[in-house]
């Protein structure tokens, strides 16, 4: 009986979810915002979770930690991290993924599946997620609107930064803007890509128009292997 009880707390996991809830993430042109499908990837995850019977807890972080949520059992649980995501407001607006990833460090001492949910609009989060890595098995999952890497040639549009609040007219006709963007928007990807891969991290990326569902189950399959 006693080796059974072992064995049993020995598969039990924790599975943490790190969850951006900074301004960037309330926008999308096509299928839903970013921070809906955030909140109904990390409420797949979760319950998944809970149907193994494994601990659930999550960070809900912008440029300073917003929300701590501890680890434990039960559907309870799991609806208090979805309640939390609807009805979350804050004023901070930008991203530091290196304070959330250094908090996640400090706070998280045993070893659990982290799943970072984010559209990864920032950088300079490097040696905290590789410090992290070594501890932890993190999954990044980017969260992107298609209208974010390539801009509509639509003439003038007025144009906010969700982050600084800081509000200019754009002229989308002119193709050397629409490039620049496109790089922009490129050069953050590849920074998730490479930091990532480079702590032996897994990595998912994920279109708000896309079927989520389809290619949770394909990534976890190929995981699986």
């Not at 990833?101 to 920032?122: G, H, M, P, W």
């Not at 993190?138 to 982050?163: C, F, Q, T, W």
């Not at 702590?199 to 290619?215: A, F, K």
Request: charged fraction near 30%; glycine fraction near 4%; hydrophobic fraction near 35%.
């Amino acid at each position: 009986e006693t080796s059974i009880k072992v064995f049993e707390e020995e598969r039990e996991l924790t599975v943490m979810l790190m969850i951006d809830v900074s301004a960037s993430a309330l926008y999308g042109t096509r299928g839903q915002w970013k921070s809906e499908m955030i909140t109904e990837i990390a409420a797949v995850i979760a319950f998944s979770a809970t149907t193994n019977n494994d601990k659930v807890g999550a960070i809900l972080f912008t440029d300073k930690i917003e929300k701590y949520l501890p680890p434990k059992k039960g559907k309870t649980t799991i609806l208090r991290i979805i309640r939390e995501l609807i009805s979350h407001e804050t004023d901070n607006t930008g991203t530091d993924l290196k304070m959330a990833f250094e908090y996640l460090n400090n706070i998280q001492k045993k070893r659990a599946i982290v799943f970072c949910l984010s559209d990864y609009l920032t950088t300079g989060y490097d040696t905290a997620l590789n410090i992290a890595s070594r501890r932890h098995d993190i999954v990044g999952i980017h969260i992107y609107d298609k209208s974010e890497r390539y801009l509509p040639n639509a003439g003038l549009i007025r144009m906010r930064d969700a982050e600084t609040g800081i509000e200019k007219v754009i002229d989308t006709s002119v193709q050397s803007l629409r490039d620049s963007h496109e790089v922009w928007f490129d050069t953050h990807e590849s920074a998730f890509k490479t930091a990532f891969t480079k702590s032996g991290s897994d990595i998912l990326s994920i279109q708000t128009d896309e079927d989520y569902v389809r290619s949770l189950l394909k990534f976890f399959k190929n995981r699986g292997r």
